[in-house]
C-alpha cells in the first residue's frame, strides 16, 4: 500500500516538492551572510538591506511562498487523493483487494498528508530562519516601510507553524471535497477558492480570536497620534476617529476607537477637535495649526476624559498566537480527516 | 460452507427508487452462475452487496458465509468496465496485486500475462478492452478467492475477445477450485460459460436454478385455445398468450405432461430467459392480440 502511493503520489509530489528544496537551498546559501551583515552592521542593518537587490527580493519571495504552497497542496495532492479514483472508477478496482477502505485511506491520508507538512515544514524553517536578523532588527526598532514586523498579518502567515497548520487543513479539505464531489476538477476549484478565502479571512476573523489581546486606554497625544479620520466639507471638517500609536514596538494593532469620560465610543469628536490635526500637506491652503495649538488641543482632549481604546498582540505573543493559529487548523484538518474515513465506509460505487 | 451467496429480502434503495426488491438467493457453491436480466434491472446493485461496495437498505446478504464484504481476500471483483490504472504499467498492476492481497499467486498472474502475449511494460491506458479486461481478471484470478465475481465482464467487447475472455476464464475455474459470479445482459454469454442461472428483472429475482434443471423442468405447451385456471395445480405458468383458437403456455412443472392435447416443446435458455424477462409485459399481450 505504502507503494502503490507512492507510485501514484510522486509526480505530484516531486513537482512541488522540488521547488521547495529550491528555494531552501537559496536560502540556506544567502541566510548565513544576512545574519553576519546583522551582526556587522547593527543599528544599520535594515537601512543597509535597501542598498542590496537580492535579499530585499528574497525577503518578498518568504512571503509568498509560504502562501502559495497550502492551496496548492490542497488542490494538487488533496482533492485528486479520491476524486480521481472515484471518477476513472479505479478504486472498485482497489477497494477490492485484500484491504480494506479504512486502511486504504489511512495509508494514503497518512503518508501525503505527511509529505505536505513535512515540505510545508521546511520551508517555513528555511523562510523563518531565513528572515530572523530582518525580523529581529524590526522588533528592536528599526525604522523600514518595507520590511513589516513579524506580528503583522501579512509576515504572520508566512513565518513558523502557520504555514504547516493552514497546509494540513488544505489537504484534509481537499481530501473530504474530492470524497464529496467525486470529481477531480471540481474539487481541485472548490478546495483552491475555500483554501484562499480562508488565508484572506482569517487574519481578520479568525486570529484575533485565538488569544487575549491586550487592551489598554492611551491618551492621545501629538508625538502618538497617527491618524486622523475626518468628514464634512473641507471647509468645515470633523474628526470622526484619532489613531495612536500602541507604543509597543512590533505589535500588532486590532482595535483603536476614541472613547468619552463615560467609556462610551464617540462616532464624532467635538468641533475644536480639529486643532489637534497636523499641518495638511503643502499647496492645500489651509490655516495652519501651529504646535502650541495642538499640544493645547491634545491636552483639552486628556482633560476632558476622552481617550483612545486600542488592543493589540504585542511582539512577545508571537509563538503564543503562532501556536494556537496552528492548533486551530490541525484540529480542523482532523475533524475534516475524521469525516473522510466516515464518509468512505459509506456506499461509493 | 455449501453456499456462495445468500440472500434474505435484500433490497437496495436509491433515493426512493428500489434498484433490488426482495431478493431471496441461495448460491452453491462449486457453480458458474450466471445472472442475467436487462440493462437497468439491478444486476450490478446486487453484484456491489455482495462485495460490500454497497450496504443493504434491507434485508441481509452473506457470502462465503459472513457478511458481504467481511472477507475480502477471499472474494475476487473484476468491476464493470474493468477500471484500471491507466498511467501504471502491467508490472505495476501485478506489483499492486502482490502488495494488497495476502494470498497473490505471482506464477499464475505471469503465466497469465505470458500468455496473452502482454508486455509487461506496457501502461493499462494504452492496452485495448479485451486486453484490459484480460488484465483486470488477471488481478482477480492471482488473487486466489474462492468467489470471483465479474460485472458485466465481456460487455465492452468484441465477440473474438468475448469468447476468448469466456474461455480463459473457464480455463481458470477448471484449474482452481473456484466459484463464479458473472452478469451478463446476453444470454449467449451465460449459455458458454454457465451452469447455473438468476435472472434479474425490473429489480426482481425471476427465477434461480442449475441451468439443467431448469430446462428439464420449463416446458413449452401448444394446443388449442384453454383457459389458464384449467391447467393442473402443479403447472406454472411463465407466460400465456392465445389466439382465438390457439393457446401457447410456457410452464414450469416437476411432473410430467399427460394432458394428449398439448404438443410438448422443450425450451432453448434464450426461451427460458427471454420468457421471463417479458413476463412484465404480458398483461398488455392480449391486448395487442385482439388488435390483430
Not at chain 2, 86 to 95: F, N, P, V, Y
Not at chain 2, 220 to 247: C, E, F, I, N, W
Not at chain 2, 270 to 275: G, I, K, N, P, Y
Request: glycine letters at 8%; aromatic letters at 8%; charged letters at 20%.
Amino acid at each position: 500500500m505504502i507503494w502503490l502511493t507512492w507510485r501514484q503520489f510522486r509526480v505530484q509530489f516531486l513537482v512541488v516538492a522540488s521547488v521547495i528544496v529550491a528555494a531552501a537551498i537559496v536560502l540556506a546559501v544567502t541566510g548565513p551572510g544576512l545574519l553576519d551583515d546583522y551582526r556587522r552592521l547593527a543599528d544599520n542593518f535594515i537601512k543597509n538591506l535597501a542598498l542590496e537587490r537580492l535579499d530585499p527580493l528574497l525577503y518578498q519571495v518568504g512571503i509568498v511562498l509560504p502562501y502559495v504552497v497550502p492551496p496548492v497542496v490542497g488542490a494538487f495532492w488533496g482533492a485528486p487523493l479520491i476524486a480521481r479514483e472515484l471518477e476513472t472508477g479505479t478504486h472498485r478496482l482497489v477497494w477490492n483487494q485484500s484491504i480494506s477502505r479504512r486502511r486504504w485511506l489511512a495509508v494514503k491520508l497518512g503518508l501525503t498528508g505527511l509529505g505536505a507538512v513535512a515540505v510545508t515544514g521546511l520551508l517555513s524553517l528555511a523562510v523563518t530562519w531565513w528572515s530572523d536578523p530582518i525580523d529581529d532588527a524590526i522588533n528592536a526598532g528599526q525604522d523600514s516601510n518595507i520590511y513589516l514586523p513579524r506580528m503583522f498579518p501579512v509576515t504572520f502567515g508566512a513565518r513558523g507553524l502557520v504555514p504547516v497548520g493552514y497546509a494540513a487543513f488544505a489537504f484534509a479539505l481537499g481530501v473530504a471535497v474530492g470524497l464529496v464531489v467525486r470529481r477531480t476538477v471540481v474539487a481541485l476549484a472548490v478546495t483552491l477558492a475555500v483554501v484562499i478565502l480562508v488565508q484572506v479571512l482569517a487574519p481578520t476573523f479568525i486570529r484575533p480570536h485565538l488569544m487575549a489581546p491586550t487592551d489598554k486606554y492611551l491618551v492621545a497625544s501629538a508625538e502618538n497620534v497617527r491618524g486622523f479620520m475626518l468628514s464634512g466639507p473641507e471647509s468645515d471638517a470633523r474628526v470622526k476617529q484619532i489613531e495612536v500609536a500602541s507604543g509597543s514596538v512590533g505589535a500588532w494593532k486590532l482595535y483603536d476607537r476614541t472613547v468619552d469620560k463615560s467609556g462610551a465610543e464617540v462616532s464624532t469628536l467635538p468641533d475644536w477637535a480639529m486643532d489637534c490635526a497636523p499641518a495638511p500637506p503643502p499647496g492645500v491652503s489651509q490655516e495652519h495649526t501651529s504646535d502650541a495649538t495642538r499640544t493645547a488641543c491634545f491636552q483639552r482632549l486628556a482633560d476632558e476624559g476622552y481617550r483612545q481604546h486600542v488592543k493589540y498582540f504585542t511582539a512577545d505573543t508571537f509563538w503564543a498566537l503562532q501556536w494556537r493559529e496552528f492548533g486551530f487548523f490541525l484540529a480542523l484538518a482532523v475533524l475534516l480527516s475524521g469525516f473522510s474515513f466516515w464518509r468512505i465506509r459509506r456506499d461509493l460505487s | 460452507m455449501n453456499t456462495v451467496l445468500q440472500a434474505h429480502g435484500l433490497g437496495k434503495k436509491y433515493g426512493r427508487r428500489w434498484a433490488l426488491t426482495d431478493c431471496d438467493l441461495e448460491v452453491p457453491a462449486g457453480h458458474v452462475v450466471g445472472l442475467v436480466g436487462p440493462n437497468g434491472a439491478g444486476k450490478s446493485t446486487l453484484l456491489n452487496l455482495a462485495v460490500g461496495m454497497l450496504t443493504p437498505s434491507a434485508g441481509t446478504v452473506e457470502v462465503l458465509g459472513a457478511p458481504a464484504g467481511a472477507q475480502q481476500a477471499k472474494v475476487g471483483y473484476v468491476a464493470q468496465d474493468t477500471p484500471t490504472y491507466a498511467r501504471l504499467s502491467i508490472a505495476d498492476h501485478l506489483r499492486l496485486g502482490r502488495r494488497l492481497n495476502p494470498a497473490w499467486d505471482e506464477s499464475l498472474a505471469q503465466r497469465r500475462i505470458q500468455h496473452l502475449k502482454l508486455d509487461p511494460k506496457q501502461r493499462a491506458g494504452k492496452l485495448s478492452g479485451g486486453q484490459r479486461a484480460q488484465l483486470a481478471l488477471t488481478l482477480g484470478l492471482a488473487k486466489r478467492p474462492e468467489l470471483l465475481i465479474l460485472d458485466e465482464p465481456v460487455a465492452a467487447l468484441d465477440p473474438l475477445a468475448r469468447r476468448e475472455f469466456l474461455q480463459d476464464l473457464m480455463e481458470a475455474v477448471a484449474e482452481q477450485e473456484l466459484s463464479v459470479l458473472l452478469s451478463s445482459h446476453l444470454v449467449s454469454d451465460v449459455e458458454r460459460a454457465c451452469d447455473y442461472l438468476i435472472v434479474l428483472v425490473d429489480s426482481r429475482v425471476q427465477v434461480s436454478g442449475e441451468i439443467d434443471t431448469l430446462l428439464a423442468t420449463h416446458f413449452r405447451l401448444t394446443g388449442p385455445r384453454r383457459d389458464q385456471k384449467d391447467l393442473p395445480r402443479d403447472q406454472h405458468v411463465v407466460t400465456a398468450s392465445h389466439t382465438d383458437r390457439q393457446s401457447t403456455y410456457l410452464i414450469r412443472t416437476g411432473q410430467p405432461i399427460l394432458d394428449p392435447a398439448w404438443t410438448v416443446t422443450q425450451l432453448t435458455l434464450e426461451d427460458l430467459v427471454l420468457a421471463y424477462m417479458g413476463r412484465d409485459v404480458q398483461p398488455e399481450r392480449p391486448v395487442l392480440e385482439v388488435q390483430r
